[in-house]
Nanobody, 123 residues
Framework: VQLQASGGGLVQAGGSLRLSCAAS????????MGWFRQAPGKEREFVAG????????YYEESVKGRFTISRDNAKDTVYLQMNSLKPEDTAVYYC?????????????????WGQGTLVTVSS
């Protein structure tokens, strides 16, 4: 499984960004796709996840109502639409994949990772 993340950048507080994660190497119908982030000096944390087959989504509490995870089956791509961004959202964002049907929030459960993409939110 190969994952290629993109879409990070610098944005002012209140702004929006859309991250993309292009996946290849497997049939992803039985996979869970997740977005994680890691701020300087902090542990990697779960942001959002989606069951590829059913489109069911899960969010970390602090991003609910602001972030939306979605997938495009035809493009094998997962997106993270981030609105109303805050300075505390600043981090390197990673997409990850694991086989299964239950979304887990622990990074160690995901064997496949894309390279990170930096999101910087200025105040």
């Amino acid at each position: 499984v190969q994952l290629q993340a993109s879409g990070g950048g610098l944005v002012q507080a209140g702004g929006s960004l859309r991250l993309s994660c292009a996946a290849s190497g497997r049939t992803f119908s039985m996979y869970i796709m997740g977005w994680f982030r890691q701020a300087p000096g902090k542990e990697r944390e779960f942001v959002a996840g989606i069951l590829w087959s059913r489109g069911r989504t899960y969010y970390e509490e602090s991003v609910k109502g602001r972030f939306t995870i979605s997938r495009d089956n035809a493009k094998d791509t997962v997106y993270l639409q981030m609105n109303s961004l805050k300075p505390e959202d600043t981090a390197v964002y990673y997409c990850a994949a694991m086989a299964g049907v239950v979304v887990t929030t622990t990074p160690e459960s995901y064997p496949y990772w894309g390279q990170g993409t930096l999101v910087t939110v200025s105040s």
